[in-house]
């Protein structure tokens, strides 16, 4: 085989070589920003992050009908993600993430999560080399000596957190006792973004209405011939700040099935009778969601928020939890940080931990969480979890 030597004065090798170095850079930065985010198996997104960012590269390269070579971009794209695969693997060998914990107040509960090698430190004279950091519950009263600690090791360079912030960014939950700055940092999440998440989400909205349409009429004809009543299903839900709307999906229950009073009725269980053969296919797959994109192009709701509940049910959960409401800061959405995560839930503890997804998303809000939330979606479509 012989090889041009004069193939990077070629004008397309030379764009192929430019995009290549700015989907890599891209791929890169979303990859560190996403790895960094709670509960991410970082080698698990680093296919989709670099496909991501080399697919919009050479989407506007195609568009633009620039010439460049594909075989070239393949194999940059192909040499990116083994090579971070690569880094990945020996990183977690050599150097698996540390803890160290100072006891005292409220770090019992850091035993619960896992992925991490937990130190637990008797004594202040113990040191232990290659930590992360060092966390401490820096609320309680601890002694002279685990303070002296402390700051030793800030003066030596190691990270010290406060036994919330780590839990926090290990679990993707914030546990509210009262609402507070201390809590949330900003009780608005961020204006400009909440603006350009809302263009973005009606030009997704219209698209998926246009180009699928032909799907959305098809299931609405085999919902009709699966089962008597109308194919979509409206129900009125509490949205965004608080005020109340009717969402559309794609009926996939049976009309007129005995239920309880309306509490009850507003809940899907598992296993639910009342859920028909055809409704068990779309739910799982969550294709009955795909009507709220007229909701969305309303302004009623957003492909990625808080899942809106419906209105008996929100009512209840704000008679029981406290600071229920302040979920309705964001516009609610189809899917969220608390459904990839924890899936379908009714019961008022299991709203809770909900609650605590939600607020996580609420004071983390920025379009890297959104990008994994959507990357999440995508398995759990193709692996239907936590549907009822």
Known sequence: MVIDPNILSYSNIQITIFAGIVAHTFGFFFFRRIGNLPGVAAAGYIMPTFALSYGLVYLIIFLFRIDYSAFQASGSLTLSILWYFGLSILSRRLDPYSLAVIPGGAVGRLEEIGGVNWHWLASPDIIIDRVNGVVADLRSDLSDEWERYIADRALSGTPVYHV????????????IEHLSENTLGSLNPNQAYLKVKQALDWVAALFILVVFSP???FVAAAIK?????PALFRQERMGY?????EVYKFRTMKLGAPVGDEKEEAITKAG??????????LRKFRIDELPQAFNILRGEMSWIGPRPEALVLSKWYEAELPFYRYRHIVRP????WAQVNQGHVAAVDDVLEKLHYDFYYIKNFSPWLDVLIVFRTIRTMLTGFGAR
Do not use: M
């Not at 919330?164 to 546990?175: A, D, F, P």
């Not at 700040?241 to 709307?245: E, L, P, S, V």
């Not at 639910?272 to 296919?281: E, V, W």
């Not at 959405?333 to 969220?336: C, D, H, V």
């Open 225 to 229: 011939f699966d089962s008597a009543g």
């Open 272 to 281: 639910d009778a009342r859920i028909t053969r055809l409704g068990q296919f």
């Open 164 to 175: 919330k912030q780590i839990s926090e960014s290990l679990t993707g939950r914030v546990e």
């Open 215 to 217: 799907l959305l009429l």
């Open 333 to 336: 959405g189809i899917t969220g």
């Open 241 to 245: 700040r608080g005020k109340i709307y």
